[in-house]
C-alpha cells in the first residue's frame, strides 16, 4: 500500500474523516489535493470530537499532514482550524505543510458565490456558500491570488487593486456595498501571519516520500457525483475529484497510487440541490435523517437521505478504479424492516447507465429496486465481520456484488474503533 486514495464514491459525507483517521496510524503522509472548507470531515477519537475543513483527517496521527497546491484556502478557517488543533494538544510545527500555490478564498468569492446563488433562483446549486465556485473561477482565468503573492507586500496589492477593479462594479449592479483596498488586505495579513509559519511547498517531499515508498494517504474531499466534470453538473462543486485529480492537485504521478478505497455509505445523502434518484422523501427518509444524524458537517443543512444507488458506486468504481471500498453507518440501518437497493435505472423501460444523459435526465430515470430483509438487531459497535447478523452480512455481500469489488472496511459506528476490518 504505498500510496491510497480515499474517496467518497456519493454526494459527500460519506464518512471520510473516519476513515481516513483510522487508517492514519499507518500513513506517513496525508494529502489534501482539491476543495477547500467546503470540506466537513468528522473525526472522534481519543482527543475529542473534530470537524475538519481544511487540515487533513490524519493529523492525529505520526504523519505530515500536506494540504497541497490544489486546495483553496479561507485564511481565517485555516488558522481558526489550526488553533482549534494546538489547544487540543496536537502538535502541529513542522507536520503541516501548506503549498504557496494554493489560491486564497478572497471576501469577495464569498459574497459572489451568494449572489450568484441569488441570481439563479430556484436553479440554484445549493452551495455550501463557501466562496467555492468563484475562487476556482478566478484560478482558471487567471485572476487568482495565492499565497505565494502574499509573501511579497507589494505584490499582493497590486494583484489585489486589479481584483476590485474587476469585482466591486460586479458587487454594486447587484447591490452590494463595494469592498475597500484597505480593509481587505488587514483581514487577510492578519489572518496569513497566524498561518505563514506553515507554508512548506509539499511536492518535493511527497515526491521523495513516493520514491522511497512511504505511505501515502490521498484524502479526497466532496465525492465523485460533485466532481466539476463527471458529477451532477451544474449541481456539483469547482474542483476535480476523481483519482485524476492527484496529480494536478499535489504533483505525485498517479502511477504511484496503488490503491484507491471508495468510501460508501450503506445508503445514499446528499446536501444541496440536483438529482437523487434513490431519494425518500416519506418517514423512512426522516427515519434515516435522525438515525444517522444527517445534518451538514459544514453548514449544519438538513442532509436529504435515500436508499443505497448501486448505479453510482458502480460508475464511481469503474471512474476511479476502486480496488475496494469501505462501507460506513451500517448500524444506522439496524431497525429497517426491508432495505432497498437500486440496482440500476431504466428510461422508457429501457436499462440506461448514470453517463447515459446529465442531471435533467438523472432527474427522469427509474431506479430499479431489489428488496432485501432487514436484520432488525444491533451492529453498533461490531469489529468482526462473522458477528454481524446473517442478514446484515448478505446485505454487504449484496452490495460487493453490484458494485464488483470488496468491502474491506465496514464502519458501524461514529468513533475510531467502530470498525470491522477485513
Ligand atoms: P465526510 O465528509 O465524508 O468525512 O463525512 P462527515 O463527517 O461529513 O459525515 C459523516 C458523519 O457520520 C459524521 O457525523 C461521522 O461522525 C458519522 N459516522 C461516520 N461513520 C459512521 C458509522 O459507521 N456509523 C454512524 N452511526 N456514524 C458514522
Ligand atoms: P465533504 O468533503 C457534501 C455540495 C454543496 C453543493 C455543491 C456545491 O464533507 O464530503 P460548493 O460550496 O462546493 O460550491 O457547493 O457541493 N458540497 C458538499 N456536499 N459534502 C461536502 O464535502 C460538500 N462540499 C460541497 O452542498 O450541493
Ligand atoms: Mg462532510
Redesign the pocket.
Known sequence: MAATLII?SQW???????IIDFLSAKADYIVRYQGGNN????V?NNYGTF?LHLVP?GIFSKATACISNGTVLDLEVLAEEIAMLEKAGIKLNGRLLISPRCHIIMPYHKLLDKLYEQAKGAGKTGTTGRGIGPVYADKVSYQGIRLYDLMNKKQFSDKLKVQLRIKNPILKVFGENPLTQKNVEKMIFKAYSKIKSFIVEPYPVLSKAAKNNKHILFEA?Q?VFLDNDWGTYPYVTASSITTGGINAGCGIPVQNITDVIG?VKAYTTRVGEGPFPTELLDKEGAYLQKK??EF???TGRPRRCGWFDAELVRFACELNGFTSIAI?????LDTMKQIKICTGYTYRGKPVRYYDGDAEFLKKIKPVYKILPGWQQST?GITQFEKLPQKAQNYIKELEKLIGVKAIYI????KRE??IAR
Do not use: N, Q, R
Open positions: 467518497g459527500g459525507d460519506e464518512g471520510k474523516g473516519k470540506a466537513g470531515h468528522t472522534i470537524p483527517s474531499a465525492a468510501v444517522g444524524a451538514g458537517a459544514t460506513t453507518k451500517l448500524d444506522v453498533k464502519s458501524t459506528g461514529p467502530e470498525i
